[in-house]
Structure formats: C-alpha cells, structure tokens
C-alpha cells in the first residue's frame, strides 16, 4: 500500500491540533508558501520573498504611506469596535499573535510597521489587514511604558562557595573573538577517556580540550566553516570513533548554500582525523544524528537545517553516503519547515523503534515528537507557544522527576533578532505523563535562557539543573540592561519538585554553551559554560571557556 501523502502547506502544519500527523518520510513536503522570522516580523505573516504582484505592492502602499502621520496620530485614535478579532484573523493567519508584552509601549509602532511591510512583500492578497494606525494603538494600550523582570534575587554565596572556577581561552596569530557554539564531554579518543570536545563558530575550529593536564591543553581537531554541533559516532564500524559536525555556514543567520554536515574520521594509528563532507549546499544546518530506524539502511543521517526565511527543514540521508559522498537525491524532507534547533533520539512510544523530537523554532515554538511508523514518520505536537516572540533555544532530554521515563526540559530566551528580550524567557520541564502526554512547569523566569544541564550537585538524590543566558551586548530594554542580569543559574530541586533558585554569576550573560559532567573524578560535579562575544567587553573579554569545579 502507498504511503499517505503528506500536508503540503508548512502553515497548516504548524497550526495543526496536537496530534499525529503522517509524514511521508521519503517524499518529505512541497515548498513552503510563507516564512516568517519569529521576534522580526510582527504581523500576518509572511516574510519577504520575490514575488512581484504589483497589486500586492499598490496594496502595501496605502498601508504604508506617510507612517509618521500614523505614528504621531496612533495615541489619539479610538479603537474601531471588533479591531481585536480583525488583528487575530490578520495576524493569526500564520503564526501565535504576537502578545503585547514583548515590548515595551514605546517599540511597538516600528514592530506593527514591519510587519505590515512582510506583509506587502509577500504576494498575499487573501487577508484583510486592519488598518495600521488602529493595530499600533491596541499594542500600545495593552503593553506597558517600562518592562519589568522578576528579581531572581542576589548571588547565593554559599552555593558559589563550592566551586572554584578556571578561565581557558586561547589565541591562534590574532586574536579572535569567541564564538563558543557547543561543549561536549565525549570519549573521543579511547572508551572511557574523556575530554571537552569544544566548537568555536567564530574561528571554525573543533577542538580537544583535556583538562587533566596541568594547566588544561587544546587541540584543534579540524577547521569546519562554522560548526555548531558535533555527534559522537563509528561511523564506520571500524571500531574508533568519529564526530559528525553540523556547520551553520555563517554566523549571522540569511538565508545561503554555506550549511553542511562533515564527517571528521579517525585515521586508524593515528591521533589525526579525517574530513570528508557528507553533504553541503544547504542552509544553516545546526544538529545531526545518525540513526537506525530499522529498515533497509541502517545508517541514516537526520539532519536539522535551520535555514532562515526560505531554507531549512528536517531531513533523512539514506544511501551509501558512508564510502561514496551524499548523493543529494538520497536526502529526503521529513519536514520542510525552517527554524529547528535540535533533533534528539529517542524512542518515545516504547516501540523499540527509534523516533526523534525537534525544537523548532522561528514562528512556529514548538516540541515536537516524529515517531517512527515504518516507512512514515507521524508528527506530534507536545508543546507550542501562544506568542511569536517566544524564542526558543534548546531542549534536553532528561528523567528529571526520576519515575523512569523521558522529561524534557526546554529553555527560550533568543534575543538576538532585534535585541530585545521580554518576559516570557525562560526554563520549562516538559514533564512526561504516558500516552506522549507532556505536562508544561514553568520553572523560572531567565531572561535570555540559553541553555540548561541536569546534574544532582547537591548529593541529595535528586536532579538539579544548572542555566546560563545568553543576550546581546546591547540588549533592550534598558530595564534589563541596567538590572546586571544573571548569567549563570542552578536551580536546586527540592523533595516537593519544586525548584529553588542558586544566583551564581551576574552581568555578563554571554553564554550560549554548557555542559555537566564531573570532569575530574572527585565524584561531585563540574560544569563548563562557552562564551559568545559579538565585541570585546570593555579591557575585560570573558575566556573561551570557564570550568566551574565543584570542590
């Protein structure tokens, strides 16, 4: 029997109730109709794209004619009767409508203005945008002049008393800004040996950090465009293990062919790698994994493409890409929407089938299950936002209540679009409750919550979590900015489940990675967190790494 065809609209997609959703695992979807970038585009939703129906463009016009009239008269209008439903049909359409409290009042007559120039550049003719004047005076009147953020409180110095912490950094002929994309505990080298395997989207490097020596010594492993995330594999069954490495292809997210996935092989005698490209001429590519979903070829690479507007989606990589290269007719679209952060393995429905949840992002923040049906994949929606600037950045899999079965916990804090950061940031436990039915607790508010790590660093038998945050040098609003925001957070799980927040860093929230592990055998554990800096801070640039020793 043919498998079903799958839905060809991304939108509807993204829209549709939290249930399965069959998905053609070889013929993957059509092309998307509309992108739009979640934090940048505000309205209706469609980012720009190359049509040019001059009627479109006529019809933009008038939206946008003499926009300093429509600012300076905003604040004096009356709002017409049934101008909320008109905005949640018009906005809706696409994506969650945007929630008030993403900015502050001030903001929201540029953020209405672009969305109604996506609007006019998309080529869409089938909504009926209310007029521009009466949407930037209901945001006004339902957003606040001042954005305040919850006071996480000071730093716990009894908890940062336990650690000591060193600084690694290093300097390849000039010095180059860190980039830090990943930190990763891995025994790369030898079963049970262990070393930091850190990558650097700055200076393209993946590297071998050992903190064993004294003092900590680094090797770089490869130079790879601008690699965002390594696997640890054997790839060829020859015994000694390999990284697969996603590569973003650029810094700074547009949309471009620069993605790929390499395959870094270990020469066998050698402490030497290998680099072959598996596949490029792709987006933004920020995870992969190598599989087996137990059909006719056992190794298969998925592989999260993030894109930007136009690019990404999720895909499948069959054939013999392991000694021929990637034939690009083997790569097959799961999903064809862009914007997923993560793909991680796991079988969810206790099938013994391997399945995977992504994050995917942009405007559709969502987890989400793909399940293995065989020749299919059925999607399933676990958890989605109701706000278009939610930001999502991360998720890991983690038994955090300890009742056997698979939780995830989910961060978002991206600020990175705009520079502003709102409210709604923060670390959520996807608690799983059977059936693939996932219970949300928000956990604490973190503005730019980048990345979380389980770990019980307290000994009391039970998960704890630690958090960093990641914001822009220049983040907005200047509430936030002048609040020397926490950079570095534990979250202590209490004997009720509750979890208690441990302030252990301020200022400086320039962390995008983590990672936990007790790196030195003392059998308490360490964390380390990777810097990302767009310039330098002043005389005082933060290091590469920072490795918290637990003492």
């Given amino acids: 029997m043919a498998p ?26 059509a092309a998307i109709a509309c992108i739009v970038a979640a ?73 209405v203005k672009k969305g109604y120039e996506f609007y006019a550049q998309s080529g869409r003719l089938d909504l009926d945008p209310p007029p521009l004047e009466q949407v930037v005076r209901y945001y006004r009147q339902k957003s606040e002049p001042i954005m ?29 800004i860190p980039g830090v994309s990943s930190i990763q505990w891995l025994d790369l080298m030898a079963p049970g040996k262990f070393d930091l395997v850190v990558c650097d989207m700055r200076d393209g490097s993946v590297n071998l950090v050992d903190l064993k020596s004294s003092p900590a010594t680094r090797r770089v492993l490869a130079r ?16 000694l293990r390999d990284l697969l490495v996603a590569d973003l292809g650029s810094v700074n997210p547009f949309d471009h062919t620069f993605g790929q996935v390499v395959w870094l092989r270990r020469v066998p005698d050698s402490q030497s790698f290998e680099r072959r490209t598996v596949i490029g001429g792709r987006g933004r590519i920020a995870d992969v994994f190598l599989g087996d979903f137990g059909d006719e070829s056992s190794k298969e690479l998925v592989i999260a493409e993030f894109g930007h507007r136009e690019a990404g989606g999720i895909h499948r990589l069959q054939g013999d890409w392991q000694s021929m290269g990637a034939d690009q007719r083997n790569l097959y679209t799961i999903d064809p929407r862009p914007g997923t952060i993560r793909v991680v393995p796991h079988d969810w429905d206790g ?16 987890v989400e299950l793909f399940l293995n049906r065989n020749s299919n994949f059925a999607r399933r929606v676990i958890w989605r936002a109701d706000n278009l600037g939610f930001g999502s950045t991360d998720i890991e899999p983690v038994d955090l209540d300890g009742d056997g079965d698979m939780d995830i ?30 219970d949300c607790h928000r956990l604490i508010d973190l503005p730019g ?43 202590e799980q209490r004997s009720d489940k509750q979890f208690a927040p441990r302030v252990m860093a301020r200022g400086s929230p320039r962390y995008p990675a983590l990672e936990v592990a007790d790196f030195d055998g003392n059998g308490k554990l360490d964390f380390a967190v990777g810097t990302l800096l767009f310039e330098l801070v002043g005389s005082k640039a933060l290091p590469r790494l920072a490795i918290w020793w637990q003492r």
């Avoid at 079903?4 to 993957?28: F, V, W």
């Avoid at 940062?160 to 002929?173: A, M, S």
């Avoid at 790879?224 to 015994?239: K, Q, S």
Wanted: a negative charge; aromatic letters at 10%; proline letters at 4%.
């Fill in 409 to 438: 916990v989910y961060t978002n804090g991206d600020s990175f679009d705009n520079n502003f950061a709102n409210c709604s940031h923060g670390v959520h436990w996807l608690e799983n409750r059977g059936n693939l039915q996932f």
């Fill in 224 to 239: 790879i465009g601008n690699p965002a995330r390594t696997t640890l594999v054997d790839v060829d069954d020859d015994g």
């Fill in 148 to 176: 305040r953020f919850n006071d996480l409180g000071e730093i716990d110095q009894g908890w940062l008393d336990r650690f000591r912490i060193d600084k690694i950094d290093w300097k390849d002929g000039n010095y180059i």
């Fill in 351 to 366: 099938d013994d089938r391997l399945d995977f949840a992504a994050l995917v992002s942009q405007q559709f923040e969502s």
């Fill in 449 to 491: 919550a980048y990345r979380t790590r389980a770990g019980d660093f307290d000994s009391d038998g039970d998960l704890d979590l630690v958090c960093v945050a990641n914001l822009p040098q220049n983040v907005e609003p200047q509430s936030l900015k002048d609040s020397n925001p926490v950079s570095v957070l534990v979250l």
């Fill in 39 to 111: 934090n940048v585009a505000f309205c209706a939703g469609c980012s720009p794209g190359s049509s040019k129906n001059h009627e479109s463009a006529a019809q933009a016009t008038g939206f946008l004619n003499d926009l300093a009239k429509v600012e300076s008269s905003a604040s004096r209008l009356q709002l017409d009767e049934g101008i909320e439903q008109r905005i949640h049909a018009f906005c809706g359409d696409c994506h969650a409508v945007p929630d008030p409290g993403l900015f502050e009042r001030h903001v929201w007559y540029q953020e």
């Fill in 4 to 29: 079903p065809q799958p839905q060809t609209d991304a939108t509807a997609i993204a829209k549709q109730p939290m249930n399965e959703l069959s998905i053609d695992m070889r013929h993957g979807f």
